[in-house]
Structures are given as C-alpha cells and as structure tokens.
C-alpha cells in the first residue's frame, strides 16, 4: 500500500502526519550517511534512515557526509515498513503511477526507474514503445504493454509534448499552449502532439501559439 501527502515544512527532524491512523513522511533533509546503488542511510537529526532509492537518484547525489532533501514515498505493509527517496518530484510522481499499474510494487517501479530517465520512460509510453520499456530488468513484452496502456492516458498533454520533443521543445512554452489549446478545440491529445510535433519539425523558427494552431490546423 503506497501512502503519499502534500509537501510539510521541516526542520531537522521530519514531521510525521496523523490522517485516518496512518503515518506519512513526504521528504526527508539531512546527511548522508551510507552510499549504496539502489540504498542510502540518511542521518536526520541524529536518527539514520534506510531509504530506497532509484539509480536515477543515485547518481545526483552528493558524497557521503553531504546534504540532501529526498522527495520520500512511505510503504507500509504487514512485515515491514520501508521508504522510498528521490532526488525529484517528477520521479516520485512518476513512481506512483507506475505502482499504481497493474503487477507493479515499488521494488518494480524503482527498477524501472533505473533502467530509463524519466524522460525516456515517458515518451517510450506516449508513442507506446513496448519493445524499450522491456528492456528494463523484471519487465517483460506483456508488462510493458500493460504499462502503456494503463498509464498513456494518464500523463498531462504537457508531460506527454516534453517527453518527446527533448529539452529544448519542453522549454518551449508557445509549443505546449498550442497543444492544449488544441485539445481544448476537441482533438485528442495524441492528434494534437503530433500536429504541434509537425509544425515544430517543419518551422522550427515558428514561435507564435496563434501561428503554430493556424498551420497545424491546415494541415
């Protein structure tokens, strides 16, 4: 069961919420204790934490001794209680939709996480790669379908554009308003990625939201 809340305020040791009886931390802040792939001990206050964590995280993360805020999920269940940590929130939300597929844990998800950035693995369900996500270790070809198809729709038409246009695309904000103005006519959001996708391939010096609508609609 995965247990997740808004972001809380802390100071040296993390604040633990009661809601309906559960316990929920959301980010944990202190010294990195122990350094290991996919395992760290982060030392809040004088009190270590075991915090699992993705190799996409492990890789930002600073030497041991250092000072880190990790975006934390809390998974409780019967015979343990264990937490995962990223470095970003798009990893953690990203997290939760995997965990909420179908046959996908958390040990799954981090997995995942670790085989593909973010990026990747995002624009790998949008244009429904199948063959890519099974690369990732514990993943099989009917798994990754599976993943496609419950979590294409759930990405925003914004994550949807970013992930496949690459980092110069995602900073464009003429291209996303584009897309969702768009969607907001009545197409779907897979038409309108790739109608916003064509005008960008064709003038690229276009940056106009208007001018971007008028030549994807003439297409």
């Known amino acids: 069961m995965i247990r997740h809340s808004a972001r809380v305020a802390v100071n040296i040791l993390p604040r633990v919420l009661k809601q309906g009886g559960r316990s929920m931390i959301t980010f944990l802040r202190g010294n990195l204790?122990?350094?290991?792939p996919m395992r760290i001990v982060l030392d809040v206050g004088g009190v270590g934490y075991e915090v699992f964590i993705p190799l996409s995280s492990y890789d930002r993360l600073p030497s041991v001794g250092g000072s880190v805020q990790l975006f934390t999920i809390d998974h409780v269940r019967e015979d343990a209680h264990l937490l995962y940590g990223f470095i970003t929130e798009a990893e953690r939300s990203l997290f939760l939709l995997?965990?909420?597929v179908s046959g996908i844990g958390p040990k799954l998800a981090i997995s995942a996480l670790s085989g593909l950035s973010v990026r990747d693995l995002k624009?790998?369900?949008?244009?429904?790669?199948?063959?890519?996500?099974?690369?990732?270790s514990g993943i099989g070809?009917?798994?990754a379908e599976r993943i496609?198809?419950?979590?294409k729709h759930k990405l925003s038409a914004a994550e949807s554009l970013s992930a496949v246009a690459g980092e110069s695309v995602e900073a464009n904000v003429a291209l996303r308003d584009a897309l969702m103005a768009l969607v907001a006519l009545g197409y779907k959001q897979d038409d309108a990625r790739v109608m916003v996708m064509r005008v960008n391939e064709k003038h690229p010096e276009?940056?106009?939201?208007?001018?971007?609508i008028k030549l994807a609609l003439s297409k």
């Open 33 to 36: 204790a122990e350094k290991q």
């Open 98 to 100: 995997l965990t909420g």
């Open 123 to 136: 624009a790998a369900v949008v244009e429904g790669n199948v063959k890519r996500i099974s690369t990732i």
């Open 148 to 151: 496609v198809v419950e979590l």
């Open 206 to 212: 276009v940056s106009d939201v208007e001018r971007i």
């Open 141 to 143: 070809a009917k798994m």
